[in-house]
């Protein structure tokens, strides 16, 4: 019985070793400050900061300021990463709000169930190769790359909620809470299987969580994530 019990052991520490190195599941929300029904989405980002297994990032876009209100957290790189799920989900356009799994599914940030199952999935995935940062560098260790290799991505984000008060347009009055608001996004370049270091540019806030993502081209699987605090 012991022997048993010794080799079932064995036999689930390397599984609890992956499950402790594994990266948390990307969920990106799209959304507008002016977008009335954006305003509970929000709430489902603030359900997912809790989760140690999720990294909720929230992405505002501009394309409903036309509406009355200047997003003021929007980047139009933001859209742009935004119409790059559009191709490869083969919508007939961006929408919000809208919510990116792991690059692997897209539903309507409010569609519960959906969301979920989404995330369960990703989770399943297999783990890609391992990010390491510093407050300088990011580093993607040698591993399989997917045909065509990959994009390593920088986002950095605000993890205090953004509270904005919405003047004009269809929001008017409403208060806009935005939680791990990104507030920049640059591509570093490509991976192809062998280790690789990049010099991170400074921060142009203070505060800010830097994320470094390994994903296949044009919005493909997030295979892989890392993210570091600023020293205080």
Do not use: H
């Not at 599984?15 to 594994?22: E, G, K, S």
């Amino acid at each position: 019985m012991r022997g048993a019990l010794i080799a079932c052991l064995l036999f689930l520490a390397p599984l609890a070793a992956q499950a402790a190195t594994r990266a948390p599941v990307i969920v990106e929300l799209y959304t507008a400050q002016g977008c009335a029904p954006c305003n509970d989405s929000g709430k489902v980002m603030e359900g997912l900061a809790g989760r140690r297994d999720v990294l909720p990032l929230t992405f505002s876009v501009d394309y409903w300021d036309y509406l009355g209100w200047t997003d003021t957290l929007a980047r139009p790189e933001f859209v742009t990463r935004q119409k790059t799920y559009v191709s490869r989900f083969e919508l007939e356009d961006p929408y919000t709000p809208q919510v990116v799994v792991g690059g692997r599914g897209q539903a309507g940030a409010l569609e519960a169930e959906r969301l979920d199952a989404l995330v369960a999935r990703a989770a399943q995935a297999p783990a890609g190769p391992r990010v390491s940062l510093t407050a300088t560098r990011a580093s993607v260790a040698q591993g399989t790359s997917p045909k065509g290799g990959a994009e390593v991505w920088m986002v950095r984000y605000d993890p205090r909620p953004r509270s904005v008060q919405v003047r004009r347009g269809d929001n008017r009055g409403e208060t806009v809470v935005a939680v791990n608001a990104v507030r920049e996004l640059r591509r570093l370049g490509s991976w192809r299987g062998r280790g690789l270091t990049w010099t991170l540019p400074e921060a142009t806030e203070p505060g800010l969580v830097t994320v470094v993502i390994v994903q296949a081209p044009r919005g493909g699987r997030i295979l892989s994530a890392a993210s570091r605090r600023p020293s205080t």
